[in-house]
């Protein structure tokens, strides 16, 4: 059964970078047609997908976020990571990763999300 398990520091200063780490088990993030995300909510907003690591490929990324936000893979780790840079107290959020999987029928592909992790709240305060 694949898993995902954030990890990283709950309380980051502002003006810092925020870093995660997504852990996967049960499963590769080398598996052929999976992306692996990043996803926020900040309290009482609605979700917010910040970007997404193919297997393959380029990473793509929310524009809003994407000049502040880096996300990489390491494979003998199983393992995606978020950093977010310059920090503010805007960005306190609950912070998931979460992968999306690939159907293919004949020319169509769908893509769906397909597990979470359960979250992480961050707090950005000095």
């Known amino acids: 059964q694949v898993q995902l398990q954030e990890s990283g520091p709950r309380l980051v200063k502002p003006s810092q970078t925020l870093s995660l780490t997504c852990t996967v088990s049960g499963g590769s993030i080398t598996t052929d047609y999976y992306y692996w995300n990043w996803i926020r909510q900040p309290p009482g907003k609605g979700l917010e997908w910040m970007g997404a690591?193919?297997?393959?490929?380029?990473?793509n990324y929310s524009p809003s976020l994407k000049i502040r936000t880096c996300i990489s893979k390491d494979t003998s780790k199983n393992q995606f990571t978020l950093q977010m840079s310059s920090v503010t107290p805007e960005d306190k959020a609950v912070y998931y990763c979460?992968?999306?999987?690939?159907?293919?029928?004949?020319?169509?592909?769908?893509?769906?999300?397909?597990?979470w992790g359960q979250g992480t709240l961050v707090t950005v305060s000095s």
């Open positions: 979460a992968s999306v999987a690939s159907l293919i029928s004949g020319a169509i592909t769908y893509r769906y999300l397909e597990l």
């Open positions: 690591i193919p297997y393959i490929g380029s990473t």
